[in-house]
């Protein structure tokens, strides 16, 4: 449940984020931990985490004065998913965060049972606006929306904010699933008409709920959904223009040029991103995809553990249980902020690493033009890589081993990925990168392609990540994450990667960002400096290293 919105000078970014307060406290892991798992060493360097204890959606982001505000759900009390409230970081780039402290928590009647996800709006007048889901009652998640609004206008730390008794403004109509309703999403303004989404349920279809308003006070739903689907539950909404040509961020408000328009939700039940590409019309109030079968072959922010929104910031979940989580003393974490921008063909958005992260970069080493044989790899020497960025171009000269692609998993890339493993020899890959690898490779982390061709000859190109093997005999879950990448290897013969290591994360962006994966992995051996960093081939034909550049990373001021 969350719902943030940026515009970030020329850069959208989705973001989620965490916080917290005081310091690490020594905890005893249960003997049913393993003791690793709360080694200090796998905690992340600079994806963004506060010091101790649980955080999930990012919520409310904003622009403000010259700072950047980041609201996240968290629970100052312990490393599990109860007791959530709003806290509150800011930063001048992004990357280095300050800790305020909380922002929101029950202290009206339309909240006095949580403080769920929501937004953040910039009115017309200039005034920061929180819309957040409130619980009302004790018996039921009853569900409705309040709003925050700052204390002192002229603090651009924003450090209070106030509820007006006007709260709560939207309350769900008789017949609606009021246990279903939430997570308000960013409000846009056209035609001296306020917008907004609330995400709902009704039967087994998702709801884009429209509210209107010409105050931000008073809000009535409009006749129908703006969209809606046979998906379940639709949690934190996002909608946003895009333009069609350049890579420029738009306001939500913003119509000049041509555009379309990005409707992206939440699946409750499948707890991943899912968006479309489409054409709004706002007197109508109607948004329809360009791809009639999209709703149900819809497109993901990241094919890994991501939950959240637009430039692009999400939540990165834990792969291990509650138990491990309450040991360690801290749970999630967020992706690195992305910048985003429709692909040129119009069908699919681009993210990558907002250019900031680079600052952090120190020591480096490069690799050119090296050959890979088939079922061959090397080490990529001179740096620590327990917390480094590497970015890799393949040459891949020959298509023609290629296995045959099975249509049967067309929409089942991750199903694909754990069938043809990273150990799995192949034609055309799998090649690519092992990080947080030990010295002799009982525990690793793939990071590969692995090229199939259609019944039409064209080539369908995997992207995976693959943690199986990242913990030495621990059974902790070690999902493998998969998506297909739209990259033309025919004609170019070649695709790239990119993968921020850091710690006990792996953030990787395919052909420069088209496809996106992030997974959390808890090495027992491979830690620290005993973490290295591979290049392999296990194809049956050649893969060339075109170039390869990688940095040792250093730390961010992280809420400390």
Same mark, same amino acid.
């Given at each position: 449940?969350?719902?943030?919105?940026?515009?970030?000078?020329?850069?959208?970014?989705?973001?989620?984020?965490?916080?917290? @307060?005081?310091?690490?406290?020594?905890?005893?892991?249960?003997?049913?931990?393993?003791?690793?798992?709360?080694?200090?060493?796998?905690?992340?360097?600079?994806?963004?985490?506060?010091?101790?204890?649980?955080?999930?959606?990012?919520?409310?982001?904003?622009?403000?004065?010259?700072?950047?505000?980041?609201?996240?759900?968290?629970?100052?009390?312990?490393?599990?998913?109860?007791?959530?409230?709003?806290?509150?970081?800011?930063?001048?780039?992004?990357?280095?965060?300050?800790?305020?402290?909380?922002?929101?928590?029950?202290?009206?009647?339309?909240?006095?049972?949580?403080?769920?996800?929501?937004?953040?709006?910039?009115?017309?007048?200039?005034?920061?606006?929180?819309?957040?889901?409130?619980?009302?009652?004790?018996?039921?998640?009853?569900?409705?929306?309040?709003?925050?609004?700052?204390?002192?206008?002229? @603090?651009?730390?924003?450090?209070?904010?106030?509820?007006?008794?006007?709260?709560?403004?939207?309350?769900? @109509?008789?017949?609606?699933?009021?246990?279903?309703?939430?997570?308000?999403?960013?409000?846009?303004?056209?035609?001296?008409?306020?917008?907004?989404?609330?995400?709902?349920?009704?039967?087994?279809?998702?709801?884009?709920?429209?509210?209107?308003?010409?105050?931000?006070?008073?809000?009535?739903?409009?006749?129908?959904?703006?969209?809606?689907?046979?998906?379940?539950?639709?949690?934190?909404?996002?909608?946003?223009?895009?333009?069609?040509?350049?890579?420029?961020?738009?306001?939500?408000?913003?119509?000049?040029?041509?555009?379309?328009?990005?409707?992206?939700?939440?699946?409750?039940?499948?707890?991943?991103?899912?968006?479309?590409?489409?054409?709004?019309?706002?007197?109508?109030?109607?948004?329809?995809?360009?791809?009639?079968?999209?709703?149900?072959?819809?497109?993901?922010?990241?094919?890994?553990?991501?939950?959240?929104?637009?430039?692009?910031?999400?939540?990165?979940?834990?792969?291990?249980?509650?138990?491990?989580?309450?040991?360690?003393?801290?749970?999630?974490?967020?992706?690195?902020?992305?910048?985003?921008?429709?692909?040129?063909?119009?069908?699919?958005?681009?993210?990558?690493?907002?250019?900031?992260?680079?600052?952090?970069?120190?020591?480096?080493?490069?690799?050119?033009?090296?050959?890979?044989?088939?079922?061959?790899?090397?080490?990529?020497?001179?740096?620590?890589?327990?917390?480094?960025?590497?970015?890799?171009?393949?040459?891949?000269?020959?298509?023609?081993?290629?296995?045959?692609?099975?249509?049967?998993?067309?929409?089942?890339?991750?199903?694909?990925?754990?069938?043809?493993?990273?150990?799995?020899?192949?034609?055309?890959?799998?090649?690519?990168?092992?990080?947080?690898?030990?010295?002799?490779?009982?525990?690793?982390?793939?990071?590969?392609?692995?090229?199939?061709?259609?019944?039409?000859?064209?080539?369908?190109?995997?992207?995976?990540?693959?943690?199986?093997?990242?913990?030495?005999?621990?059974?902790?879950?070690?999902?493998?994450?998969?998506?297909?990448?739209?990259?033309?290897?025919?004609?170019?013969?070649?695709?790239?990667?990119?993968?921020?290591?850091?710690?006990?994360?792996?953030?990787?962006?395919?052909?420069?960002?088209?496809?996106?994966?992030?997974?959390?992995?808890?090495?027992?051996?491979?830690?620290?400096?005993?973490?290295?960093?591979?290049?392999?081939?296990?194809?049956?034909?050649?893969?060339?290293?075109?170039?390869?550049?990688?940095?040792?990373?250093?730390?961010?001021?992280?809420?400390?």
């Amino acid at each position: 449940m969350w719902n943030p919105l940026w515009v970030l000078g020329p850069w959208l970014l989705l973001l989620l984020l965490q916080l917290a @307060d005081g310091s690490m406290e020594a905890v005893v892991p249960s003997p049913s931990v393993p003791s690793f798992v709360t080694n200090p060493l796998l905690r992340t360097g600079y994806h963004f985490q506060p010091p101790k204890n649980w955080i999930n959606d990012p919520n409310g982001p904003l622009y403000y004065k010259g700072w950047y505000h980041l609201f996240y759900q968290y629970n100052p009390k312990g490393a599990d998913w109860v007791n959530t409230l709003w806290a509150h970081s800011v930063s001048r780039d992004l990357i280095n965060w300050n800790v305020l402290g909380l922002a929101l928590e029950p202290s009206i009647r339309s909240d006095q049972y949580g403080v769920w996800s929501g937004s953040a709006t910039i009115l017309l007048d200039g005034t920061p606006v929180l819309v957040y889901t409130g619980i009302d009652r004790p018996d039921t998640p009853y569900q409705v929306q309040n709003v925050a609004i700052p204390k002192n206008k002229s @603090d651009p730390l924003l450090r209070e904010w106030v509820k007006p008794d006007y709260n709560p403004i939207i309350v769900p @109509d008789s017949g609606m699933n009021v246990t279903q309703f939430r997570d308000p999403s960013t409000a846009w303004h056209i035609d001296g008409q306020w917008r907004i989404l609330v995400g709902g349920e009704k039967g087994s279809h998702g709801q884009a709920y429209v509210y209107r308003s010409t105050d931000f006070k008073h809000w009535v739903r409009a006749k129908h959904p703006l969209h809606s689907a046979i998906n379940g539950m639709w949690e934190c909404l996002d909608f946003f223009p895009v333009l069609m040509q350049g890579k420029k961020g738009l306001d939500t408000s913003d119509q000049s040029g041509r555009v379309k328009y990005v409707l992206k939700s939440s699946l409750e039940k499948a707890r991943y991103d899912y968006y479309t590409i489409g054409t709004y019309n706002s007197r109508t109030e109607r948004y329809v995809p360009d791809d009639l079968n999209g709703d149900y072959h819809r497109l993901r922010y990241d094919y890994g553990k991501f939950y959240a929104r637009r430039v692009l910031v999400g939540w990165a979940n834990e792969s291990d249980t509650v138990p491990d989580d309450i040991a360690k003393g801290w749970s999630g974490i967020h992706a690195i902020p992305r910048k985003t921008w429709l692909d040129p063909g119009g069908k699919q958005l681009v993210q990558w690493p907002i250019e900031e992260v680079e600052q952090l970069r120190r020591k480096s080493v490069s690799v050119t033009n090296k050959v890979v044989k088939p079922r061959n790899h090397f080490e990529v020497k001179g740096l620590e890589t327990y917390q480094a960025d590497v970015e890799v171009s393949f040459e891949i000269p020959n298509l023609e081993r290629a296995e045959p692609f099975d249509h049967a998993f067309s929409n089942d890339a991750q199903k694909l990925c754990r069938m043809k493993g990273a150990d799995n020899k192949g034609g055309v890959g799998p090649f690519g990168l092992w990080v947080l690898a030990s010295a002799n490779l009982e525990e690793k982390t793939a990071v590969f392609f692995r090229i199939f061709r259609d019944g039409h000859g064209k080539p369908v190109v995997l992207m995976c990540t693959d943690p199986t093997k990242s913990s030495l005999g621990h059974d902790l879950d070690k999902p493998t994450y998969a998506g297909f990448v739209n990259a033309d290897v025919s004609s170019s013969g070649e695709i790239s990667l990119r993968s921020l290591i850091d710690h006990s994360v792996v953030e990787s962006f395919g052909a420069g960002g088209r496809t996106c994966i992030i997974s959390r992995v808890y090495p027992s051996i491979a830690v620290g400096q005993n973490a290295h960093l591979y290049v392999f081939n296990n194809g049956d034909v050649d893969v060339k290293v075109s170039r390869l550049k990688a940095w040792e990373m250093e730390s961010s001021k992280m809420n400390n």
